[in-house]
């Protein structure tokens, strides 16, 4: 896809659908396989106003690898360092913005 059809969509995203106000944190959730979209959509919203923003990557074989060997006990236990994190985001009340590319049998056999 063009360039400039991927920059138009960035800022469709940033400026309408998640609607980044001036001041507002931004958390972007995102595959490893969109990079350089991420990027794009990054830049749209630090020119949107945004005061900060973090991306979160996911990687869909990796999630699957935890999924089957790590125990359920320590996969339901939440750490200190999610519990603050998520604190965070209640107390700042960040755009949520999820680019969702995955797999939908990423996780079959689990």
């Not at 059809?5 to 595959?31: C, D, F, M, P, S």
């Not at 999630?63 to 060997?69: R, S």
Request: hydrophobic share 40%.
């Amino acid at each position: 896809m063009k360039k400039t059809i991927l920059k138009n969509y960035a800022r469709l995203i940033a400026r309408v659908g998640a609607n980044v106000q001036k001041g507002q944190e931004v958390i972007l959730t995102a595959g490893l396989d969109q990079p350089e979209f991420v990027k794009m959509l990054a830049e749209e919203c630090y020119r949107a106003g945004a005061r900060k923003v973090r991306v979160e990557w996911t990687y869909d074989p990796l999630t699957k690898v935890d999924a089957k060997w790590q125990k359920e006990s320590v996969l339901s236990e939440v750490a200190e360092w999610e519990k603050a994190k998520l604190q965070h985001m209640v107390d700042v009340l960040p755009c949520r913005i999820f680019l969702e590319s995955s797999d939908p049998d990423a996780l079959s056999g689990i």
